[in-house]
């Protein structure tokens, strides 16, 4: 596991516990995983690394966008 001096001193129990799970083989996330995930998605956007806030405000830019610039849905009403 790799974690910064800032987690493991002031997060130690949580840092303990962690270390515990994997030494015990229990399934933890994977971080790789999550990136291949959203790479599948989108490969541009699944590839740029940000801090969290940046992040969540470039994919709710992204969704306004995308329903933005999409045609308005025809309602038909039945008679």
Known sequence: MVTCKIIKEEQADDYEKA????????????????????????????????????????AIEEVLQYYAYRPFPVIRVAA
Not at 40 to 53: E, K, S
């Open 19 to 58: 270390t515990k799970a994997i030494s015990q083989k229990l399934p933890i996330p994977i971080f790789t995983d999550y990136y291949m995930n959203l790479s599948q998605i989108d490969f541009h956007l699944g590839n740029i690394i940000l801090p969290i806030n940046e992040a969540l405000k470039m």
